[in-house]
């Protein structure tokens, strides 16, 4: 069974700083993973994801994140916050079978401090 | 682009009524996953299903029970509510075109469960 654990329930950066949250993965097989964003009282968007090919992933929204197998870790950036990624993060993992189900981590409040 | 769409966005009810939430899924979309959202928790899977078939079975009550009809739409059904039941429930769609490839679960709005 795949599982995620995000590091951190709530961070804080200032506007135009660097946004970096961690997830690290388990699994006995390479998984596919992603990075949701939830606004509130909003459903879950699709940021990135990572299934195969190039480790280093771009997403929406300036969001990048880095497939690194030896330390079992997909973690989020942007080199440069803004007000609005103010928002939930949550790092997901599934099997490669084609209609596996998702599992999520506990999310990551985000938050800008102006 | 058409997209998941679930009803009723909103449900209010009391303790021990029943509940049923619909979930259509993106045309020509095989495959539907619900998930529970408990306020300020992650999504849990609570079932899916791929051809009308159940394929895949989370932590989902014994009081719950779900189905995937002929046009493929799905519905939730939560019978003996709790206060505990009160969450964000999530309906995801996807096309199984190959095996060991990925295929997105493009996720609906949600259907905004409180039980008073």
């Known amino acids: 069974a795949q599982s995620v654990t995000q590091l951190g329930s709530h961070v804080s950066v200032s506007e135009g700083a660097l946004v970096l949250l961690r997830c690290n993965y388990s699994?006995?097989?390479?998984?596919?993973l992603f990075w949701y964003v939830q606004y509130p009282n909003q459903g879950l968007q699709l940021l990135l994801k990572?299934?195969?090919?190039?480790?280093l992933v771009k997403g929406i929204n300036g969001f990048e994140a880095e497939f690194k197998k030896s330390e079992t870790s997909f973690h989020l950036t942007k080199p440069s916050a803004h007000m609005s990624d103010a928002a939930e993060y949550f790092c997901?993992?599934?099997?490669?079978?084609?209609?596996?189900?998702?599992?999520f981590g506990t999310g990551t409040r985000l938050t800008i401090i102006p | 682009a058409a997209g998941v769409i679930q009803s009723p966005r909103h449900l209010i009810k009391e303790k021990r009524e029943t509940a049923t939430l619909k979930c259509y899924p993106i045309?020509?979309?095989?495959?539907v996953y619900w998930y529970q959202q408990g306020p300020g928790q992650d999504p849990q899977f609570l079932i899916s299903?791929?051809?009308?078939?159940?394929?895949d079975k989370g932590s989902i009550p014994d009081r719950f029970s779900a189905q995937q009809f002929s046009d493929y739409h799905s519905e939730l059904n939560m019978s003996s509510l709790e206060l505990g039941d009160s969450a964000l429930y999530f309906c995801?769609?996807?096309?199984?075109?190959?095996?060991?490839?990925?295929?997105?679960?493009?996720f609906g709005p949600g259907t905004r469960l409180t039980v008073l």
């Open positions: 990572y299934t195969t090919g190039a480790t």
């Open positions: 997901a993992v599934s099997g490669v079978f084609g209609n596996e189900k998702l599992t």
């Open positions: 299903f791929y051809e009308k078939m159940q394929s």
């Open positions: 995801a769609s996807s096309l199984l075109w190959r095996l060991l490839s990925y295929n997105e679960q493009f």
């Open positions: 045309p020509r979309h095989d495959t």
């Open positions: 699994s006995s097989v390479p998984p596919y």
